[in-house]
């Protein structure tokens, strides 16, 4: 191999936006990830509002079809000890979490991502400096809603930390927020559902990932 094809190559992996599809329902949605190579599938857990809930011997069928390479995120509202315990034993890779979460956590807790919406980014300082927290999700208002806003209002995307955008992600949007603000990785749920049933569509997710790939084509080429 020449210097020039791993400079080529080394290049590439600098600029590969990560993809993370959330609210996962069923183990067939698995395959879907998998066939568009996607980095991350979550999965809400203990949050009875949201109809992407899912219980926790649903998780552990879904978590038996994750490949080694694609890493499972539980997705959780303000969670309680016991609550990050029963996830840890369940073998997830992160916890992303929405809210606060206990000072003591589990001794084998997995890495933590830290999720904003727009009403509470103020407390970001705080967590950059948290050694827990390994990671950031920039989500909408409304969390899973699917409802798009303004990202010339975010702040500065650290750069200590890894950040995944979302809120209103879908495979019309997406290439603009990753030639807008070039982060780490999206974050879609609603953006590849069915728009008249439940669950993950195949389609769509082949789309999101063929526009955050078409976004980082144009970036290499402009950047």
Known sequence: MTDKYLKTQEKK???????????????KEVSYLVKNRVDYGGMVLFFPKSKRNVSLEQAEKILREFPKDLISVAVTVSPTFEQIRMITELGFDRIQIHGSYPEELPEDCPP?????????????????ADPLTRGFVFDAALPGSGVPYDLSVLPPLPKEKPVLLAGGMDPERVGAAICALRPYGVDVSSGVEYPDRPGK???RIRAFAEAVRRADREHLRNP
């Open 112 to 128: 933590l991502i830290k999720a904003f919406n727009m009403s509470d980014l103020g407390s970001l300082p705080e967590y950059q």
């Open 201 to 203: 569509d195949p389609d």
């Open 13 to 27: 992996m600098q600029h590969r936006t990560r993809i993370k599809i959330c609210g996962l329902t069923a183990p």
